[in-house]
C-alpha cells in the first residue's frame, strides 16, 4: 500500500460523498463525471490508504435508505470549578476554536458548539454518537484548562440547540418542486419545529425546535416514513376508509332524520287522546239526600 499523502480537492470531496453513504452513481452525478471515473477515484483512495473498497463495495453499489444527520449542536455548561489557567485564557480571547469544536468562554460558564456531523438510521443512534463525543469532548477541555464541567448529580449542561436532518428526503425534494411552504411553526409557541433545508442537495426535511427536535424526529418524522415504507398506499387506505365512513354516517344520519320525524308523529297522535294539563276532569252531579225529618 502506498504511504498516505494528501488529497486533492476533488478526492476529499468524492471521500465526503462516500461517508454520506452516497451511492457511485449519486457521487458521479454531484461530481459531473462517469460512474467509471468515480471507480477510478476509488481504487486511487484505497491505494492512498484513506479507504478500504473492498468494505463499502456493497453500500456503494446498492445504496442504502436515507440516512439522518445530527449537525448544528450548541450546548451551554455551567463551570464547576475553574482555575487560573482558565481566567488567563479568557482574558486574552474568549472565542476559541479547535478542529470539530468551538468555544465562547465567560466568567461563570462556556458555550460549545459542535462542528461536527453525525450519521445514522435512527434519532436516536445519531443522538448517542454525538453523546459520546460530547463527553470525550468535555474530558479534553477539563484537562486542557483544568476546570472541572462533568461531576454525577449535576445538571449544569443544557443542550440549547440540535438539528436532525432526513437526507435525501422525498417529502423535501416533492416540497421545493412544487414551491411549498418551507417551514412549519408549532402552535403552541410559534417557533419553527420542521423545516427544508435546500441549501443543499438534495434537500433535507429538519426537526429543528431548540426543546423538542430529538422527540420530533424520533416520534413523528421516523414513524411516518416507516409506515410509508412499509406500505406505500397506507395513507391512501385511510383516506379512503374516512371517506366510506362519512358516507356511512350521512347514511345514517338520513334513517335518524326519518325515523326522528316518524317518532314525532306518532307521539303527537298519542297526545291527541290524552287531556290537556289545563282541563280539569268535572266530578258528576252530586245527589241530594232526602231530610231525615218532616216539619
Same mark, same amino acid.
Given at each position: 500500500?502506498?504511504?498516505?499523502?494528501?488529497?486533492?480537492? %476533488?478526492?476529499?470531496?468524492?471521500?465526503?460523498?462516500?461517508?454520506?453513504?452516497?451511492?457511485?452513481?449519486?457521487?458521479?452525478?454531484?461530481?459531473?463525471?462517469?460512474?467509471?471515473?468515480?471507480?477510478?477515484?476509488?481504487?486511487?483512495?484505497?491505494?492512498?490508504?484513506?479507504?478500504?473498497?473492498?468494505?463499502?463495495?456493497?453500500?456503494?453499489?446498492?445504496?442504502?435508505?436515507?440516512?439522518?444527520?445530527?449537525?448544528?449542536?450548541?450546548?451551554?455548561?455551567?463551570?464547576?470549578?475553574?482555575?487560573?489557567?482558565?481566567?488567563?485564557?479568557?482574558?486574552? *480571547?474568549?472565542?476559541?476554536?479547535?478542529?470539530?469544536?468551538?468555544?465562547?468562554?465567560?466568567?461563570?460558564?462556556?458555550?460549545?458548539?459542535?462542528?461536527?456531523?453525525?450519521?445514522?438510521?435512527?434519532?436516536?443512534?445519531?443522538?448517542?454518537?454525538? *453523546?459520546?463525543?460530547?463527553?470525550?469532548?468535555?474530558?479534553?477541555?477539563?484537562?486542557?484548562?483544568?476546570?472541572?464541567?462533568?461531576?454525577?448529580?449535576?445538571?449544569?449542561?443544557?443542550?440549547?440547540?440540535?438539528?436532525?436532518?432526513?437526507?435525501?428526503?422525498?417529502?423535501?425534494?416533492?416540497?421545493?418542486?412544487?414551491?411549498?411552504?418551507?417551514?412549519?411553526? =408549532?402552535?403552541? =409557541?410559534?417557533?419553527?419545529?420542521?423545516?427544508?433545508?435546500?441549501?443543499?442537495?438534495?434537500?433535507?426535511?429538519?426537526?429543528?425546535?431548540?426543546?423538542?427536535?430529538?422527540? =420530533?424526529?424520533?416520534?413523528?418524522?421516523?414513524?411516518?416514513?416507516?409506515?410509508? %415504507?412499509?406500505?406505500?398506499?397506507?395513507?391512501? %387506505?385511510?383516506?379512503? %376508509?374516512?371517506?366510506?365512513?362519512?358516507?356511512?354516517?350521512? *347514511?345514517?344520519?338520513?334513517?335518524?332524520?326519518?325515523?326522528?320525524?316518524?317518532?314525532?308523529?306518532?307521539?303527537?297522535?298519542?297526545? *291527541?287522546?290524552?287531556?290537556?294539563?289545563?282541563?280539569?276532569?268535572?266530578?258528576?252531579?252530586?245527589? &241530594? &239526600?232526602?231530610?231525615?225529618?218532616?216539619?
Amino acid at each position: 500500500m502506498v504511504k498516505r499523502k494528501k488529497l486533492t480537492q %476533488k478526492q476529499a470531496e468524492v471521500l465526503r460523498l462516500l461517508n454520506l453513504d452516497c451511492s457511485v452513481r449519486e457521487v458521479a452525478k454531484r461530481q459531473k463525471v462517469t460512474t467509471q471515473a468515480v471507480y477510478k477515484m476509488l481504487y486511487r483512495l484505497e491505494d492512498l490508504g484513506v479507504l478500504n473498497y473492498a468494505t463499502l463495495k456493497r453500500g456503494l453499489v446498492y445504496p442504502k435508505q436515507p440516512n439522518l444527520r445530527l449537525h448544528g449542536l450548541q450546548y451551554q455548561i455551567k463551570i464547576l470549578y475553574q482555575s487560573p489557567v482558565y481566567r488567563k485564557t479568557k482574558e486574552k *480571547s474568549n472565542i476559541i476554536t479547535f478542529g470539530d469544536f468551538k468555544l465562547a468562554l465567560f466568567k461563570n460558564s462556556l458555550t460549545l458548539w459542535i462542528l461536527k456531523d453525525f450519521i445514522g438510521e435512527k434519532a436516536a443512534d445519531c443522538k448517542g454518537a454525538a *453523546s459520546e463525543y460530547l463527553y470525550k469532548t468535555l474530558a479534553f477541555i477539563e484537562r486542557k484548562y483544568n476546570i472541572v464541567l462533568v461531576k454525577r448529580g449535576y445538571q449544569n449542561i443544557k443542550e440549547v440547540r440540535a438539528h436532525y436532518a432526513a437526507m435525501n428526503n422525498s417529502l423535501a425534494k416533492k416540497a421545493i418542486k412544487e414551491n411549498q411552504p418551507t417551514q412549519i411553526r =408549532d402552535p403552541k =409557541d410559534g417557533k419553527v419545529w420542521l423545516s427544508i433545508d435546500n441549501s443543499i442537495y438534495p434537500p433535507e426535511l429538519e426537526t429543528q425546535h431548540k426543546d423538542s427536535s430529538y422527540i =420530533d424526529m424520533k416520534e413523528i418524522i421516523e414513524p411516518f416514513f416507516t409506515i410509508l %415504507k412499509t406500505d406505500p398506499y397506507f395513507f391512501n %387506505k385511510q383516506t379512503f %376508509k374516512v371517506e366510506k365512513l362519512i358516507k356511512i354516517t350521512e *347514511s345514517n344520519s338520513a334513517q335518524v332524520s326519518e325515523l326522528t320525524k316518524a317518532l314525532k308523529t306518532l307521539i303527537s297522535a298519542m297526545a *291527541s287522546f290524552m287531556p290537556k294539563p289545563n282541563e280539569e276532569k268535572q266530578s258528576p252531579p252530586r245527589e &241530594e &239526600e232526602p231530610p231525615d225529618y218532616i216539619g
